[in-house]
């Protein structure tokens, strides 16, 4: 089993940046694949980010590449999303998640993989 718990998200005007951390507990961190998905009101949840076990890879959704980071540190069992330039169309619920990884980063990108939600931080940009 695999608490996640998400941190950092709040208000910040269009061009800001916000960074949101999952820390993680329960079994080996450095064992799971972590993703970063988002959920606008009356939308379906969609993937943003994820990042292999390792941290050597990761891929982006189109909407935010160039603009977000992930990044992680095993030491410290957190994932982290660094959101530079906000947009208002960034506004959301932050989920992180997390699966065991048995490679595939392009498999990354598919909610239904994920084994393990947070409950969500709230991201509101304004313009």
């Known amino acids: 089993q695999v608490q996640l718990v998400e941190s950092g998200g709040g208000l910040v005007q269009a061009g800001g940046s916000l960074r949101l951390s999952c820390a993680a507990s329960?079994?080996?961190?450095?064992?799971?694949?972590m993703g970063w998905f988002r959920q606008a009101p009356g939308k379906e949840r969609e993937f943003v980010a994820a990042?292999?076990?390792?941290?050597?890879?990761?891929i982006y959704a189109d909407s935010v590449k160039g603009r977000f980071t992930i990044s992680r540190d095993n030491a410290k069992n957190t994932v982290y999303l660094q959101m530079n330039s906000l947009k208002p169309e960034d506004t959301a619920v932050y989920y992180c998640a997390a699966v065991v990884d048995r490679g595939g980063l392009w498999l990354l990108q598919r909610r239904a993989l994920y084994d393990y939600w947070g409950q969500g931080t709230q991201v509101t940009v304004s313009s």
């Open positions: 329960g079994r080996t961190f450095s064992s799971y694949a």
């Open positions: 990042i292999t076990s390792s941290g050597g890879s990761t």
